[in-house]
């Protein structure tokens, strides 16, 4: 009779295992459905939230133009930028993400240079120099400060907070004609779009200014790929984000570096009140930026390489083709 029992126990135990596995996949497959459906909805509100992060860090950097709220602003705007390249990708010919990107463009330009000069002038002082160099060469840097400090003032002055409002209309609009279905399809494309440029461009990634394009990428990518998981979690494009926030910090380090070392050998073509030794010195720091930086090229290489690799599994390329 316990032999009876313990089977009919058995059975039951496992109806009610594989019912609850399929009210668990059940579950899931609505959550997705759901997530999906709220695509368009999702998007124009990250839109709407950048924006309105931009309106907050221009009044900040009104007040105090610092480095940090200067970097703030810059960060804002390259996330508005990866969402308008996201919505060119969207609807071709109805959207154009250099037209509205360009109000951002004064800002964005006159915003770098003075970050720049700030935070050349922190990195600087991390090298141990003598105080009389770094005296002289923040001397030398002044007016390019002083003077992007102006531009930057007159651009935060000159935009007009209500081209957001009539941006928001009209994207609001764009993303509710458009099939939540298109736009996670669209979302892979556009990865597919980033990471092949990314590919063609990582051969010559010793030449500065293509490493600056493929930062800019990379950049592009993190954005978009951190909107999409926010949205709808996914365990292989975590996997991608990880490795995109690691080598973006390398490449950050590399972009700083590389802009310290330029501006150091500009001070030294120039007439200044340095002893020789100084200029020896400092001749003997710049060296020593480029030999750091040759490291990082090849750490990031090795790292592009992997997140190439990684965002190719994380999308299945002939399903998404046949889905555009």
Same mark, same amino acid.
């Not at 970050?115 to 160099?133: D, F, G, T």
């Not at 003032?153 to 002055?157: E, P, V």
């Given at each position: 009779m316990t032999y009876v029992t313990n089977i009919v126990e058995h059975f039951h135990?496992?109806?009610y295992e594989l019912a609850i596995?399929?009210?668990l996949k059940f579950i899931l497959r609505m959550k997705r459905i759901t997530v999906q459906n709220n695509f368009s909805k999702y998007l124009f509100n990250y839109y709407k939230k950048q !924006?309105? *992060?931009?309106v907050i860090h221009i009044e900040k950097a009104k007040s105090i133009p610092g480095e940090k709220n200067i970097h703030q602003l810059r960060v804002d705007i390259k996330k508005l930028r990866a969402i308008f390249n996201m919505l060119q990708l969207l609807f071709h010919d109805k959207f154009n993400a250099d037209k509205y990107y360009a109000v951002f463009k004064p800002i964005f330009k006159n915003?770098?240079?003075?970050?720049?000069?700030?935070?050349?002038?922190?990195?600087?002082?991390?090298?141990?120099?003598?105080?009389?160099?770094i005296k002289e060469y923040n001397l030398f840097f002044k007016d390019k400060g002083e003077s992007s400090a102006k531009k930057l003032?007159? !651009?935060? *002055?000159d935009f007009k907070t209500d081209r957001l409002d009539r941006s928001k209309i009209k994207i609001k609009k764009l993303l509710h004609e458009v099939k939540n279905k298109k736009i996670s399809a669209r979302h892979h494309l556009y990865i597919i779009t980033e990471i092949q440029q990314i590919e063609q461009l990582l051969p010559s990634g010793n030449d500065p200014a293509i490493m600056h394009k493929i930062r800019m990428h990379l950049k592009?990518?993190?954005a978009i790929g951190l909107l999409f998981h926010n949205m709808s979690p996914d365990k292989e494009l975590q996997k991608l984000l990880t490795l995109l926030k690691k080598n973006g910090t390398i490449i950050g380090n590399w972009h700083d570096k590389i802009m310290l070392a330029e501006s150091l050998e500009l001070f030294l073509t120039t007439k200044n009140k340095l002893s020789t030794d100084d200029l020896i010195l400092l001749s003997q720091v710049v060296e020593r930026i480029k030999k750091e930086n040759k490291f990082l090229v090849i750490k990031l290489k090795n790292g592009i390489a992997e997140i190439l690799k990684t965002a190719y599994s994380f999308i299945n390329l002939k399903h998404v083709w046949l889905k555009c």
């Open positions: 135990i496992k109806r596995n399929l009210l !924006a309105e *992060s931009f915003a770098g240079k003075v970050r720049e000069v700030q935070l050349n002038s922190v990195l600087l002082s991390k090298y141990k120099l003598s105080p009389s160099i003032k007159i !651009a935060l *002055s592009s990518l993190t």
